[in-house]
């Protein structure tokens, strides 16, 4: 008799695949190993800093008790440097120590492997950094409910390219799952697919998105001129403290792929008037012993997802502070774009600010829809009920933003649900009736303060809530909606674009 099959041995990740494991077991042997046996020449430590950008320290490796030190016992960085205004530069140290979870081998350099870091202090506990905020929240959620709460992201990018030929044109607005030739930027996109499913494994698809513009006008000379294609990259559903360092990873990937390729990218909610804005839309769902709760026995949200769904409506204007930083966010987040304005929810209406899709889950066999003559088992896992949150945009601070829904879940209760009730709305209801989502940045820094007391009190450090507040306080765009409309058309289009452009690699 043949043996078992590993169920590992055709996992797309390649240290899956070495070691016969999930990457929850990996262990630091594993990795020192891997090193010594494969060649492995570099050691690159990564982390996200409060811009939200990934870090590296690289390290040579030398022999193996180097590598054995490393790997237990992190290096030391400047915390001051990485998180400017959290950490003075009298007590700045922290360690980064490797997840090993979070190894993976570099997708153009066979002999460096790259391991995600978490920050502790002096004294080895977890620092008061975005990570450590992250990881709290998501254990006090499992603590309260005994449930895990997953979650996935759709990344949202926009690609900028030289026309080298005028063939093929595409048309503004109209670029939604578009394939070559009328898609120039498939091979860059068709890249960060292949490595970032082998780097996470937990990718749906990377595909073209409605923003088409044929020629950018810009005052940056980047982009000036350029052909934009929007693309998405979405995430499947994964705990969602590994996400918030998949975010991380993928944005910086992302850029990477984009460089490699002679291109830029930027994760700008909105590049121009009219024109399809880019988001970074979360969904969420609760697990509890491997299996989905988001339903229940009647097909409808269960009371744990309505009371989910209702605590986040509750503290939507505060969460926006950390999804939605800058000006050019609430450029977005008007109406007729498939963005959010108002506080509801509802069954597949983009318009609200929570949506529940789409979920598999139908009394038939979908495969005999349009395949009548299957006789195949039907697989019995194919439902995966989630709700989706859809106000946030690439100038999101992923790990906070995450922090706060995560936090929001944890603090559900029945009331939350009740609200949620009342809440819903309908694809044919007026959206009026509902309350709106702060219209700026320094109005969500407002309400963020007003609720600071909620999250504080539930992990969030009192400088991380300033922190933010202080970066949305300095758009100074409360008025800007109302300056724009007073100016001439050219002279509004104009500025409007400076404000989009003007954070084109900040995030």
Aim: proline content about 6%; overall charge negative.
């Amino acid at each position: 008799m043949s043996a078992t099959p590993s169920p590992f041995a055709t996992d797309i990740r390649p240290l899956v695949r070495r070691f016969g494991k999930a990457p929850e077991d990996w262990q630091r042997q594993d990795l020192v190993d891997l090193c010594m046996e494969d060649g492995i020449r570099i050691l690159n430590l990564r982390y996200s800093a409060l811009d939200g950008k990934l870090k590296e320290l690289r390290l040579p490796i030398n022999n193996r008790a180097y590598l054995e030190r490393v790997l237990s016992a992190g290096e030391r960085v400047d915390g001051s440097s990485l998180f400017p205004g959290l950490f003075h530069t009298r007590e700045s140290d922290l360690y980064v120590l490797p997840v090993y979870r979070w190894a993976y081998l570099n997708p153009w350099a066979p002999d460096e492997l790259e391991i995600v870091c978490r920050f502790a202090d002096r004294h080895g506990n977890p620092a008061p950094t975005p990570d450590t905020t992250l990881a709290t929240s998501a254990a006090r959620f499992g603590e309260r409910t005994g449930a895990e709460l997953h979650a996935l992201a759709e990344l949202e990018f926009y690609a900028f390219t030289r026309p080298t030929d005028e063939r093929f044109p595409g048309k503004a607005q109209s670029n939604y799952h578009q394939s070559s030739p009328y898609l120039h930027s498939r091979e860059l996109a068709d890249e960060v697919l292949r490595c970032m499913s082998a780097i996470a494994g937990n990718v749906k698809y990377c595909h073209s998105e409605v923003g088409y513009i044929g020629q950018l006008p810009s005052h940056l000379a980047e982009i000036d001129g350029c052909r934009v294609e929007q693309h998405e990259l979405e995430f499947d559903l994964m705990r969602i403290e590994d996400l918030g360092t998949w975010l991380c990873v993928a944005r910086w990937l992302v850029r990477e792929v984009a460089n490699r390729h002679g291109a830029s990218v930027t994760y700008l909610p909105k590049l121009d008037e009219g024109m399809a804005g880019s988001g970074m839309h979360v969904h969420l769902a609760i697990h509890r012993d491997g299996v989905n709760v988001m339903k229940g026995a009647d097909g409808e949200l269960s009371d744990e997802a309505l009371a989910l769904v209702g605590s986040v409506l509750q503290r939507a204007p505060a969460l926006t502070a950390f999804g939605s930083t800058v000006a050019a966010s609430y450029l977005r987040l008007v109406p007729g774009q498939e963005a959010p304005t108002r506080i509801c929810w509802g069954h597949q209406n983009r318009a609200s600010l929570v949506r529940v899709p789409l979920d598999f889950a139908v009394d038939r066999r979908l495969d005999q829809v349009v395949n009548p003559s299957e006789t195949g088992a039907y697989p019995t896992s194919l439902a995966r009920a989630t709700v989706e949150y859809r106000s946030p945009d690439g100038s999101a601070f992923p790990q906070l933003l995450l922090a706060g829904i995560a936090t929001c879940a944890e603090a559900a209760t029945p009331e939350d649900a009740a609200r949620a009730a009342g809440l819903e709305a309908k694809p044919s209801t007026d959206l009026d009736q509902f309350a709106e989502l702060p219209g700026s940045a320094v109005a969500a820094a407002r309400a963020l303060v007003d609720d600071r007391a909620f999250f504080e009190e539930r992990g969030f450090p009192a400088a991380l809530i300033d922190h933010v507040a202080h970066k949305l306080e300095a758009e100074q765009d409360e008025a800007l909606a109302e300056v724009l409309r007073r100016l001439p058309a050219s002279e509004r289009l104009r500025e409007s674009r400076r404000l989009m452009h003007k954070d084109l690699h900040k995030h």
